[in-house]
């Protein structure tokens, strides 16, 4: 079978709760941004929102990108490991059901990771992360006749926090560039960034031709406190790149070409969970459709705003999936 995207990430189950500010402030957690916690740490804070969670589904980052790419109408495969346990069942289930290939639950039977995802009334994400077993995603789990048969690869810079993870996210990077595939790459959090710099450079310019961003993410990576400084930084490594930049919308360019601006939908944002991970899939679809920068990041602005008008990281179900209807919007 032939894919349009194959995604590689950290497998978690989204367990999504409201909480207030002062949540965020009492438990000294960093607002706006992905910290990672212990097996024992997030059973503590689960068992306080027993039975609460608004929202629980089949997430990490990458594979909120392959599923929003799924939802437009590619056929998309993600490759992740989870466990044989409620949660891994779960989210292979989810998967599934959606339409996207999966490997399907690892023989382990504990460990499925978890992101428990705190939303404050400002309707700003809060994530806190176990990866569980999705830690053991290795080199092995690369089935490269899965990736040969892409489009185009996705990779989450989440990966980065583990060997085994990197070395899987290197692999598939290669294997797609023996075969003149395109490999789209996106920085994920500035946690990311500030942690593993080095090794990300490098991954950058010399295996990334896709290059995915908020504007904290390319400040940190290009160490430049000017936004534009460092968009054009990043176009230099990357060849393309695509910045978001929250309800200003975002930049898309290739290096040596003029920087392209696409304003954002204007909505009501109630969670932003999945925002960037939506932008990619709209921004990539396009890309596959043939499309130019600039129509590619419309329809990545349009997933993007669809997404946080609701709880969770997937596009409602009233959303337009027809391109020439979310590019006649974006004129209006």
């Known amino acids: 079978m032939n894919y349009d995207l194959v995604g ?6 989204d367990i999504e709760v409201r909480v207030e500010d002062n949540f965020i402030t009492q438990n000294a957690f960093t607002k706006g941004g992905m910290t990672l916690t212990s097996i024992e740490g997030q059973n503590k804070l689960l068992s306080q929102f027993d039975g609460a969670a608004h929202k629980i589904c089949s997430g990490g ?7 929003g790419m799924r939802v437009l109408g590619a056929n998309t495969y993600y490759l992740g490991r989870v466990a044989d346990d409620r949660y891994g069942r779960h989210y292979t289930e989810d998967m599934q059901n959606c339409g996207v290939g999966f490997p399907g639950p690892d023989s382990a039977d504990t460990g499925t990771g978890t992101c428990l995802i705190l939303v404050t009334p400002d309707s700003e994400r809060t994530m806190l992360t176990h990866l569980g077993i999705s830690t053991g995603l ?7 006749t899965i990736v040969k048969s892409a489009k185009a690869v996705y990779i989450e810079g989440y990966l980065w926090t583990g060997d085994d993870t990197r070395a899987a996210a290197i692999k598939m990077a290669d294997i797609a560039r023996k075969h003149r595939i395109p490999v789209a790459f996106t920085l994920s959090d500035a946690f990311v960034v500030n942690s593993f710099k080095e090794d990300l450079l490098d991954f950058i310019r010399w295996k990334t031709d896709i290059l995915f961003c908020n504007d904290v993410e390319a400040k940190a990576m290009a160490d430049l406190d000017d936004a534009e400084k460092a968009f054009d930084k990043l176009k230099h490594l ?14 898309v360019g290739k290096n040596g070409d003029d920087t392209l601006s696409v304003n954002a939908f204007p909505v009501k944002a109630v969670d932003t969970t999945g925002a960037g991970d939506l932008y990619a899939a709209g ?4 890309l596959n459709q043939g499309l130019g920068l600039k129509e590619s990041a419309i329809i990545g602005s349009y ?8 709880f969770g990281a997937r596009m409602p179900t009233h959303s337009h999936t027809d391109v020439d209807k979310i590019l006649k919007a974006y004129k209006e």
């Open 8 to 13: 590689i990430g950290n497998a978690l189950v």
């Open 61 to 67: 980052s990458a594979a909120n990108t392959v599923h």
């Open 138 to 144: 290795h080199p092995e789990n690369v089935d490269e």
């Open 238 to 251: 990357a060849g393309t790149v695509f910045m978001t930049r929250g309800k200003d919308g975002s930049w």
């Open 283 to 286: 921004a990539l679809y396009g």
């Open 303 to 310: 997933c993007a705003s669809e997404v946080v008008t609701h």
